[in-house]
């Protein structure tokens, strides 16, 4: 069975390619084009991440309802480590006061263990 040839433009430089058999969807000449045409600030926007450098520093949320992230760290941790010295122990929990988890403003966060924050967010459910 023949292979079948189609030239197609690349989405991102617009230079002519083959499309063959298997490459149904190709719409790059190349993984460099389809790379740098991913790795632009509108298609992180589209694909629901809030990324890039703000004041120098790598932040990246984990969607739009989700935690900001220093460096693959919730950055609400890493202020919070800031304010008591110490790293924090794993069944400690910061809780955000207004419930906004991109509010990472120390006067918003509280240092609580699992059970009292368990116990915060049930008796704020019974309550509604």
Known sequence: MPR???IRKCKRCG???HRHNGNVK???CSR???CRDRNTKEHQTEAGK???FINGENKRGTGKNGYIKRNGIHEHRIVFEKKIGRKLKTDEIIHHKDLN???NNI???VL???SQHAKLHITKQQSN
Do not use: D, V, W
């Open 32 to 34: 460099l084009c389809a």
């Open 50 to 52: 809030r990324g890039g």
């Open 107 to 109: 006067k918003n966060l």
């Open 101 to 103: 988890k991109h509010n």
């Open 15 to 17: 230079s002519p390619f």
């Open 112 to 114: 609580m263990t699992q």
């Open 4 to 6: 079948i040839k189609e």
């Open 26 to 28: 190709a719409k790059y």
